[in-house]
């Protein structure tokens, strides 16, 4: 079956204007194009967009695509390079996600922190008084990795209006 840019966008849910961006970009080789010089998208080719969507979500940039692309297009010969390339990207999402959820914990932290203290209707309930004046308790985040050891949903701990 055959595709207009249009129809690739709607199944794709990206703007024509992107599909035309990756097309300047030497992205998409792999199009044809019909008698009016339309481009006329295949079924396979949709497979290669959501590799690009996919790369381009991971973060990798235009010229690291097209390189990928370029291997798909020498054929059998750059199966190695690109099983390797992929396999570089995975440890570079892995290593985002293991930061992501670092911050992400930190978050839940400081929601606790927040929390804690909108219920009391103070923040003082983490100070404590030293000779510079108040300052947060320095056992405050074990005092959370403690309620969190306790807790069987974050949302509880960590959300207003929930108990």
Not at 104 to 127: N, P, Q, R
Not at 136 to 158: F, G, M, N, T, W
């Amino acid at each position: 079956m055959r595709y207009s840019i249009g129809q690739v966008a709607e199944k794709l849910a990206v703007p024509t204007s992107t599909l035309r961006f990756y097309d300047k970009k030497g992205l998409l080789p792999f199009v044809d194009r019909d008698e009016a010089g339309r481009r006329s998208f295949k079924d396979n080719d949709l497979n290669f967009l959501e590799v690009i969507e996919c790369m381009k979500k991971c973060g990798m940039t235009i010229s690291e695509i097209r390189h990928f692309i370029d291997l798909c297009m020498a054929g059998d010969v750059t199966l190695d390079a690109r099983y390797d390339l992929l396999a570089k990207e995975e440890a570079a999402v892995t290593k985002q996600i293991t930061e992501l959820q670092e911050q992400l914990a930190f978050l839940h932290y400081k929601m606790w922190y927040f929390k804690t203290a909108v219920e009391a209707g103070t923040e003082g309930i983490h100070m404590v008084e030293t000779d510079e004046g108040e300052r947060v308790a320095p056992d405050i985040q074990e005092q959370y990795r403690a309620a969190l050891a306790k807790c069987h949903d974050i949302d509880e701990l960590i959300k207003l209006g929930q108990k």
